[in-house]
């Protein structure tokens, strides 16, 4: 049989044992804690960047876009100026063919009337 004296060492050291158990869990899960909160940390930055990179490409899509809208405007009207210009240039030149029938026409009648008046 154990006596008083033995019976108190195994309850002291039972107590040492479950404090150290106790200090052991506790230095886990703090361990366990920490690796969780970088994890996470890790995790949030990783969703930054991706978001990060997602609205870049987004910005970079909408500005192409822009500028082929742009560039798809400027050869639209080149191509109207250049309409504006020919048609222009073709009333011009069916004003001046009329003048010029006009300029002769008006020569025949002087030239006829001129002849009238010789005879």
Request: aromatic fraction near 2%; glycine fraction near 2%.
């Amino acid at each position: 049989m154990k006596t008083y004296g033995r019976f108190s060492e195994d309850i002291e050291s039972r107590r040492q044992e479950l404090a150290k158990k106790r200090q052991d869990q506790m230095a886990r899960v703090k361990q366990q804690d920490a690796q969780a909160v970088g994890d996470a940390a890790a995790r949030q930055a990783a969703i930054k960047d991706k978001v990060a990179a997602d609205r870049k490409k987004r910005e970079d899509q909408r500005q192409a876009a822009e500028a082929a809208r742009k560039e798809a405007e400027a050869k639209r009207q080149e191509k109207e100026d250049l309409k504006k210009e020919l048609r222009d240039e073709l009333k011009q030149e069916k004003e001046e063919q009329r003048k010029a029938k006009e300029r002769k026409r008006m020569s025949k009648e002087r030239d006829q009337e001129e002849d009238m008046l010789e005879k």
